[in-house]
């Protein structure tokens, strides 16, 4: 039985690397846009990371919302209303 994995191993040579979009969101992404439109110091990436985490419970603190650190159902529909921007 053969092993593919084994056998790049001990070949050695380049790892290969995924793809630029893997592990991004359109979600995440528009609404890091939605949150940086508002003032909130993000990178719109599209990477989930500790300051988009930040950001956005920041913003279910100030609306009153369920602190989640997460693009809820509900903060994602308080985001979209407040900024302007469909997050989807």
């Known amino acids: ?39 909130y110091n993000v990178k719109p990436d599209g990477v989930m990371g500790a300051g988009t985490r930040q950001a956005i419970e920041r913003f279910e603190q100030e609306r009153r919302l369920p602190v989640t650190g997460d693009f809820s159902p509900r903060t994602i529909r308080e985001l979209a209303a407040a900024s302007g921007i469909a997050v989807q």
Not at 2 to 12: L, N, Q, V
Not at 23 to 35: I, P
């Open 1 to 39: 039985m053969r092993d593919p994995i084994g056998d790049i191993i001990r070949m050695g040579g380049p790892v290969p690397t995924p793809p630029a979009n893997v592990g991004k969101s359109d979600v995440v992404l528009s609404g890091q846009r939605a949150l940086a439109k508002l003032g």
